[in-house]
């Protein structure tokens, strides 16, 4: 257990890392990232790699995000020079008999980690306590993206098509045409710079009409 013990500073480092990129994770959760969004910015900007997406975008976009990557980048700049020293310390000191074991345990206790954050209810125990935590600090807030509000990122699409490129809906009513299709609704109606959202069930569509749909995009 001698070996084990030595290691268990390194193993406290970690855990206190995964924490601090969970908690990041779940914050940036609560401004209406999904789960796996999230969690990759969060890993990203905790150990710098910096990887360019379109969820990057948002986070850019976003100032409570931008708050919450920040605080990331300077943790994990900090955290993981604290892992590097507190590794290379534990495993300067010892010799060729106790190297073996130490990492055998350190594996481990990465595995046993990794498993009871991965595939446990424990993950799901966090998060809702890290979530409450949160909440009840008020350090972050509802900022959704008008993508995300629309579940843009999620299949759906608007779309604008001209009525002029669409012979089928010439002359019909929004009404009926609604009622035709599948999964998507006309939510509003160009006619030249004109906007129409009000009322639009009665209106006969004609070749100055562009409607804007929104719905699934497979369809």
Do not use: W
Not at 19 to 39: D, K, P, S
């Amino acid at each position: 257990m001698n070996n084990f013990y030595s290691i268990l500073p390194i193993v406290l480092n970690i855990v206190v890392l995964i924490l601090i990129v969970r908690i990041g994770a779940v914050t940036l959760m609560l401004t209406g990232m999904g789960n796996e969004q999230a969690h990759f910015q969060a890993l990203s900007a905790f150990t710098g790699t910096g990887f360019t997406t379109y969820e990057s975008e948002r986070v850019v976009k976003n100032k409570t995000r931008r708050r919450i990557i920040a605080t990331l980048i300077i943790f994990g700049n900090g955290g993981l020079v604290t892992l590097f020293v507190t590794a290379t310390t534990t495993f300067t000191i010892s010799n060729l008999n106790t190297i073996l074991p130490q990492v055998f345990y350190l594996f481990i206790s990465i595995t046993l980690l990794y498993i009871l954050l991965k595939y446990s209810p424990f993950k799901k125990y966090l998060d809702k306590i890290i979530a409450k935590i949160i909440t009840t600090f008020d350090m972050s807030e509802d900022d959704e993206t008008v993508d995300e509000m629309l579940h843009i990122d999620r299949g759906y699409v608007i779309k604008k098509i001209n009525i002029s490129d669409k012979p089928k809906y010439l002359n019909k009513k929004v009404c009926h045409i609604n009622q035709d299709l599948d999964n998507k609704t006309i939510i509003a109606i160009k006619k030249g710079k004109e906007l129409l959202y009000k009322n639009l069930d009665n209106i006969t569509l004609n070749n100055n009409h562009t409607i804007i749909l929104y719905g699934k995009a497979d369809d």
